[in-house]
Structure formats: structure tokens, C-alpha cells
């Protein structure tokens, strides 16, 4: 018994040596953020499959002024799936196999990596878990991105610490991006970009302010409202940031930084004045100091796709820390 035990922990010894040789061997992740590299025979992609696969993962984004994809696919054959091919950040396999499955690994054949696996026996059984899989492997991919996303902040990153010091709250971001007002407990802080301007708004609301009820998205917008009237001014007296009249926005349930919050997405606009754009806006639950933590980043690129710059700005909302020493309760 002694003795097969022992055999027993070498074996394991030389499986996770084995593991670990095979991680430090991996290359690092290749690709665009939002791109996802799809393998599949050619006369799949061409029919039914390959509308499944689009239907999911080339749906149309929410809260953008006209229609861009979730994911900018690249689609190639098993064929030309060797090399560095293999070194994409998001991959999705479609193939078939007298087994159905649908499966997520990591790091497969690179680093940081997500690689879904759908296979069926049919082509009716694929698409049917292509479907069933897609919410959860989206999930991931997006997941996947956000933190290379935030990873490639660390290459020059701002180093103000405003923020931190009259909120007690931190961002990590891009240098690029600098504070253009500070009014009130009130950032407004900017990013210039070819056609425009990348913006990131942080305040604070009274805890409880925003109702859990349906009133909910009311109460949003009309925070959202008054900040615009009171710090985000337009060209002449009467024109400031509103929430765009015409369409409701979109509002789920979420947690940044470990807390409860809510995310809206949506499109803003200028009062009395033709310019608008997309929005992502965070209410965070900061229970301890008796308050809200508004985040919220928004686009003005006129003529110019958007995705992903708003994906940036969620990213770096998602970097929210807490610093600040909670509120001593009074007794």
C-alpha cells in the first residue's frame, strides 16, 4: 500500500510539472477587442449554421445610435486553424461529431484564452446548441475582452488622484484621459479622440435615492437630467445633456466592485440642439458611507462607429475601487 501511494504522488508530481511546462509554453493572445474567430467548414458557415452563429453572436448592440455587431467575426476552415491562427483571444469551434456537445475551456492554445465548443451528429443538433451555449460563451468572450481591455491600461496609465482624494473611490484608465471639471463632489473627466471626445462623469446620490420599484427607470433619467442641466452645458443658454426623449433606455441589474448596481444603457442628447450619442451609466451601492456612486461614460464621434468605444469606457468603470473609510455610525 506504502508503496502504491507513493507511485500514486509522483504520478501527480509529473502530471502537474507537465501541466505548468505546458502553460509557460504558451504564446500570448492575439486580436482586436471584440473579434472572435470562428472555425467551421466553409459550407456551413454558408448555410443554416452559419446564420445560427451570426444570429447570436453578430446580434445587433444595445444602446447604440445605429447597428454595429457584438463580435467583428473572422471565419476560417479547420484547414487554416494551425500556427498562430490559433493564437486568437476568442475562438468558437463548430464541427460535426457523433457527440453533442457544447463546452467552454481557457487558455487552450494561448494566453489569456476563451475557445467554445459546439459539435452534433446534424446540423440541426449544432444549431440547436449553438443556441443554447451562445449566452454563456458570449459571457465569456466579453468577460475576456474587458480584462485585456484593462490590461492594456496599465501601459501608460493616469495618474491623478482627485478622485481618490475628495471621493475616495479610483479608476484605472489611460493616461490619455484628464479631469476637464471638477465642481461639486462632480468629475468630468475627458478623453480626445480623431472625431470627438470619450467622457467618464463620477458623483454621488443619497442612498436610496433611485426606487427598486417601476419607477426606477423615471428616477434614472431624471438623475441623469439634472446633472446634465446643472454641469453639462451645450452651446447657449438653454441647451444641456438629456436623456434622449425618444426611446426609452435600458436598465439591468449588475455589481461593480462586489456591490449591487444598476446599468443603464442608452442615448443622450443636447437639448434645443441636434448632437447626441451612446451612454453606459452605473449607480453603485455604497452602503457604508450612506451613498450612491454614480459612474457613467459616454461618446460624442459624430459619423463614427462606436462600439467599441464604449466598450473602453465600461471597462474602465469596472475598475472601481473603494478607498474610503466607512461613515462612523452615529449611536
Known sequence: MRHFLIACLVLLSVVSCEEERKKDYLPGSVGAINSLSVVITNDMWKGAVGDTIRKYYAAEVIGLPWVE????????????FTG???????????????????????????????????????EQVIMD????????????????????????????????????????????????YKIA????????????????TMNILVYEMPL??????????????????SIGEKYIPGRAEGMYMITEKAYAPYVFD?????????????????????????FINYIVEDVPN????????????PSTNKRDYM????????????????????E
Do not use: C
Open 69 to 80: 455587431p457584438l463580435f467583428s467575426i473572422h471565419q476560417m476552415p479547420f484547414e487554416v
Open 84 to 122: 498562430n491562427t490559433r493564437s486568437s483571444r476568442n475562438i468558437l469551434v463548430v464541427r460535426k461529431d457523433t457527440a453533442a456537445v457544447a463546452g467552454l475551456k481557457t487558455d487552450l492554445y494561448a494566453e489569456p484564452q476563451k475557445v467554445a465548443i459546439v459539435q452534433g451528429p446534424t
Open 129 to 176: 446548441k449553438i443556441a443554447s451555449s451562445a449566452q454563456k460563451n458570449i459571457a465569456a468572450f466579453k468577460k475576456n475582452d474587458i480584462a485585456e481591455n484593462q490590461r492594456r491600461f496599465t501601459r501608460s496609465l493616469n495618474r491623478e488622484t482627485d478622485l481618490q482624494q475628495e471621493l475616495g473611490i479610483s479608476l484605472t484608465m489611460p493616461s490619455v
Open 181 to 196: 471639471k471638477h465642481e461639486n463632489n462632480f468629475f468630468w473627466i475627458e478623453r480626445q479622440i480623431p472625431k470627438g
Open 208 to 225: 436610496g435615492s433611485i426606487p427598486e420599484d417601476s419607477t426606477r427607470v423615471d428616477a434614472i433619467v431624471k438623475m441623469r437630467d
Open 254 to 278: 449588475a455589481e461593480i466592485a462586489d456591490r449591487p448596481a444598476i446599468e443603464t444603457k442608452g442615448m443622450w442628447e443636447v437639448k434645443n440642439f441636434t448632437m447626441a450619442g451612446p
Open 290 to 301: 450612506d451613498r450612491l456612486v454614480v459612474l457613467e461614460g459616454f461618446t460624442f464621434a
Open 311 to 330: 466598450f473602453e469606457l465600461e471597462a474602465v468603470l469596472k475598475t472601481l475601487e473603494f478607498h474610503l473609510e466607512p461613515v462612523a455610525q452615529v
